[in-house]
């Protein structure tokens, strides 16, 4: 298989095998002009397997979204087809807009206009929990 190489891009990779769809609709990657190649199950030395996102534009990528999904995941971005940022991510300390609660109790189901936000409470068990009534998201 032939991906075509990117020249100004972003190419998110050592994504869990298996998360990369996921990642593609959180990001909302299918409302984009630009081409995107989504690779599952991509033979890794580190990882076994792996999928990979790359975008053929740069685009304002919700870090946030990417660390929640898989905090493992490396962004790289691409200028003039050479290699100009790498970044690793961690789990993000509070997401927002990501998780929606799913406590028929909580404010949020109520006041809709509430942004859903959710807090990291157990960093080595990536629990997050939401900022309004603490339920623990799935």
């Known amino acids: 298989m032939i991906i ?4 100004d891009g972003i190419v998110l990779d050592h994504i869990k095998a298996g998360q990369g ?22 033979h890794s030395e580190k990882l076994g397997r ?9 685009i304002d990528v ?6 929640y999904v ?4 490396t962004v790289n971005i691409i200028r003039g087809g050479k290699l100009a940022k790498r970044s690793h991510l961690e789990a993000p300390e509070e997401v927002v ?3 929606k609660c799913k406590n028929p109790r909580c404010i ?7 942004p859903q936000v959710f807090q990291l409470t157990d960093r080595e068990n ?12 799935e």
């Not at 792996?50 to 740069?58: A, F, N, P, V």
């Not at 898989?70 to 995941?73: E, F, L, R």
């Not at 990536?126 to 998201?137: D, I, L």
Request: proline residues 1%.
């Open 4 to 7: 075509g190489k990117i020249e």
């Open 108 to 114: 949020t189901t109520i006041e809709q206009e509430l």
């Open 21 to 42: 769809m996921k990642l593609y609709n959180i990001l909302g990657l299918d409302k984009l002009d630009c081409e995107v190649a989504l690779i599952q199950n991509a």
């Open 126 to 137: 990536r629990v997050y929990r939401c900022k309004y009534c603490e339920s623990k998201a």
């Open 62 to 67: 919700n870090l946030d979204a990417v660390g």
């Open 97 to 99: 807009g990501i998780i």
């Open 70 to 73: 898989d905090p493992g995941i």
């Open 50 to 58: 792996k999928d990979i996102l790359k975008i053929d534009k740069i």
